[in-house]
Every structure is written in structure tokens, then in C-alpha cells.
Nanobody, 123 residues
Framework: QVTVVESGGGLVQSGGSLRLSCAAS????????VGWFRQAPGKEREFVAY????????YYGDSVKGRFAISRDNTLNTAYLQMNSLKPEDTAVYYC????????????????WGQGTQVTVSS
């Protein structure tokens, strides 16, 4: 099994930046695609970004394109989400998913979810 732990959330002002980390335990991280999702109170889960197993391919949701950047360091079993130009509407719990099915159509999450990390952007 794979254990996933997110960290790096917090409170920032509108226009600020934050970097989230997704640390995974277990074998095979370097072969797994990684996705980030978010969910705000009363709203459905929203896709944010994903990155392929070797970091060669990535894709972003329209709401964050041009502002967020996903990356990974397979030697540390860790993926990252750099968030810039943050807006109040980015406020949500951010979740990392490891080992989902990725391809030309996007990312379908696996059951390997982290517990989430809260991001709050003040106006």
C-alpha cells in the first residue's frame, strides 16, 4: 500500500504564494503519476493538476492554469504544487493522489489519497 501525506497549507493574502508538498511512502513512487485536487466547503471536488511518472507531462485545470506549477522529486518520494497569484476562490482543502490512471484524457484518481491540507486566501 501507499501512504500519502500533504503539508504546506496555511493562510496567505490574495496575490501571495504557497508551496504544497505530497510525501508518499511505499514502493514504486517513481512509477506513479500524481494528481492534486481541491474541495471547498459545499462544493464538489475539483481537479487541479497532475504530473506523469517521470515528470515529462503535466496538465492543469483551467482555473489554475498559468498560476500553479506541479513538480516532483522521485529521489525524495515527493511531489509539489507551487501556487502563485493566489485568489480567495482558491481557498479549499487540497488533496494529493498517487498512482492514478493518466493519459491523453487526463487523470483518474486511485484510492491512495492523503488527508488534505487547508489553504486559505484572504481578500
Amino acid at each position: 500500500q501507499v501512504t500519502v501525506v500533504e503539508s504546506g497549507g496555511g493562510l496567505v493574502q490574495s496575490g501571495g504564494s504557497l508551496r504544497l508538498s505530497c510525501a508518499a511512502s511505499g514502493r514504486g513512487f517513481s512509477t506513479f503519476a500524481v494528481g492534486w485536487f481541491r474541495q471547498a466547503p459545499g462544493k464538489e471536488r475539483e481537479f487541479v493538476a497532475y504530473i506523469s511518472w517521470n515528470g515529462a507531462n503535466s496538465y492543469y485545470g483551467d482555473s489554475v492554469k498559468g498560476r500553479f506549477a506541479i513538480s516532483r522529486d522521485n529521489t525524495l518520494n515527493t511531489a509539489y504544487l507551487q501556487m502563485n497569484s493566489l485568489k480567495p476562490e482558491d481557498t479549499a482543502v487540497y488533496y494529493c493522489n498517487v498512482g492514478g490512471a493518466s493519459g491523453i484524457r487526463g487523470y483518474s484518481p486511485s484510492r491512495n489519497w492523503g488527508q488534505g491540507t487547508q489553504v486559505t486566501v484572504s481578500s
